[in-house]
Structures are given as C-alpha cells and as structure tokens.
C-alpha cells in the first residue's frame, strides 16, 4: 500500500466511512469503521491529514485524532457538498471530504475545546428551557382565559397568575380546572429556578473569562451575549475584516448579481442564527436608549427614513464588527470621542 497523506473521514454514530489517498492523488484506502475502531486504527496509522465535516461530535473526534498525532481539520459541510460526486452514501461523501480538505482555498473551522463546548452548552440548555417556559406561560394564560382569567403580557404577571391558580377560595376556577393548573404552575416555577441557575453560571464564566468580559464593555452586548461570542468565536483571526464576521453572521445583504448588475436583497440569515437573533435582539434595547445612540449620526438618520427593524440590524451589523476588533485586538471598547 503506497502510503496514505490524506484521509476523508465521513462522521456517523455507529459506521464510519474512510477514503484514504496518497501523494498523487490516488484512492488507496477505503473501509468501514465501527465507533470502537475509530482511535485504535488511526493510531497504528503514520500522521497524515484528516478532514472531517463539522457538526454535532465533530469537535469530539477532531481532539482523538490529534492526540494520535494526525492534523484535523473541520469543514462545513455546505462546502463539501459541491465535490460530492452522483448519488449520495457514505463512500461518496468520505470521498468527497478528502478532496475538499485538500482544495488550498477551502475554509476551515476551529476545533473547540472541551471547556468552549461547556460554555456553548449552557447556552444551549438555557435557550431551550426559555423556549420551554414560554410554552407553559402560554398554555396557562391560554387555559386561564377559557374561564375569564386574564393577566397583561409580561413575564412579570405570571406570578399573578400562578397565584389565583392556587387560591382554592377563588370560585372561578373549578377543583378540577385548578389541580390541572397547578401542575403547569409547578413546571413553571421549576424551569424558571432552572434557567436562573445557568444564568448564575453563565455570570460565573463570564467573569472568569477576559475575551467575555472586554465584549461586555460594547453598547447593546450583555454577559449573555458576551460569553455566546467568546465560546463560539474562539479564532477571531479567521476573519480578514469585521465585515467578514458580520457575514458569517448572515448581517449582510444577500446578493443576487449578474452581468455587472449589483442586486442585493435582505440580510442572507447565513451562519449562526443564536448568536445573529441575540445581537438584534441587543441592538433593538440599545435603540430604545436614547444616550447611546444619539452620537451617531448614521443611525439617527436611519431612524428617521427606515423601519425599527432595519434600524435595528444595521446596529446589529456594526455592532458585530465592533466586537470581531475587540476580539482581534485584545482590547476594551472605546468610543470615538474618547478616542479623539
């Protein structure tokens, strides 16, 4: 067997599939794993180059084949999908994988390690019980109102509710209405105890993590989406500009050009759809204050001619590029009077 420079492994949870070429380019090697054959297999191989598409465990195998002294490298796989050849199995995207981590101008995602991955989870379990408790703050207000029970919009008033739910003296709810009610109460109260305890961790790394606490010191960026940005952004030189990491975000017009014509359209919504809603999300705040946005005169004339929403991503564009600088400079926010 010649020997092997360059291998696309293609990710399962149980059969993996491995293309293997040498030098030249030629096929030589192509087998199927089980998960347990993984490690054991590449470390009786000589180091060589292995890509691999990114996504949910790519991450996991990426630190096992580097410790076995391979060079990993992540790929989006809306990247790979061009070299996919015919029909698509595992042997074609294995196949597919070696000869895109291969191209000199593909692009490439940092491997995150395990205390990033950490950090991103408690984003990701605090987001889902959010969505949780939205769903039952709902269905209770929802249920409520069959009896005429109503309450103002507002996370707020919930405890208004949850309080006429269990008065047992208050005769518009039957027995039977109020025992179902009382267990969404119930949920209520627990996933909010929930979604504060991550929230208390999320602040605990937050100060524990200066790349976290200098994004903290930008108009309209919270602790929230402070540490989103410092556990998902661990290489921010992988960016050639702000705007490039303003379009890895989808904030930038989508195009749609031909014949020398210039058409653009909405944002394109590429990328990181969390880290994109969190940072309008911010911006829209920072609008509602009036001192932080007073200075600028590109944003009072927006406001003045565009939509709130317009307005509000294009701060969340600037913004963005404010904080790929203070990630890339290593150094607090400073305003341009200030700075003058």
């Not at 809306?78 to 199995?89: E, I, L, S, T």
Request: with cysteine; proline share 4%; glycine share 8%.
């Amino acid at each position: 067997m010649e020997k092997i420079t360059t291998i696309g492994l293609d990710l399962a949870k149980h059969v993996f599939q491995v293309h293997g070429v040498d030098a030249s380019g030629a096929t030589v090697l192509r087998k199927q794993l089980r998960r347990g054959q993984v490690v054991a297999f590449f470390a009786r191989l000589p180091s060589c180059l292995i890509g691999l598409e990114a996504c949910a465990t790519a991450h996991y195998w990426a630190r096992e084949l580097r410790a076995v002294g391979h060079d990993v490298r992540l790929m989006p796989a809306q990247y790979v999908k061009a070299y996919v050849k015919r029909n698509k199995n595992d042997a074609a995207d294995a196949e597919a994988i070696c000869e895109a981590v291969r191209r000199p101008t593909m692009r490439f995602v940092p491997i995150k390690t395990a205390e990033e991955q950490a950090a991103l989870l408690l984003h990701r379990g605090r987001e889902r019980l959010v969505r949780q408790r939205t769903a039952l703050v709902n269905a209770l207000r929802g249920h409520l109102a069959e009896f005429g029970v109503i309450a103002p919009l507002g996370l707020r008033n919930v405890s208004g509710l949850i309080a006429i739910v269990r008065d047992e003296g208050d005769g518009r709810l039957p027995d039977l209405a109020r025992q179902v009610l009382g267990v969404l109460a119930g949920q209520i109260e627990q996933v909010e105890a929930a979604v504060a305890r991550l929230e208390k961790q999320l602040m605990a790394w937050h100060r524990s993590n200066p790349v976290s606490q200098r994004l903290a010191t930008i108009p309209g960026i919270g602790p929230i989406i402070a540490t989103a940005l410092a556990a998902t952004v661990v290489e921010p030189c992988g960016f050639g500009s702000g705007r490039e990491f303003a379009a890895w975000l989808g904030l930038v017009p989508r195009q749609h050009s031909t014949g020398g014509k210039a058409r653009l359209g909405g944002i394109s919504k590429r990328g990181n759809g969390y880290l994109r809603r969190l940072l309008i999300n911010g911006a829209s705040a920072n609008l509602l204050r009036s001192k932080a946005t007073n200075a600028d005169r590109r944003i009072i004339g927006l406001r003045r001619r565009r939509p709130g929403l317009v307005v509000a991503v294009a701060l969340a564009n600037k913004t963005a590029r404010i904080a790929w600088a203070v990630m890339q400079r290593r150094e607090n926010y400073r305003r341009m009077a200030a700075t003058a």
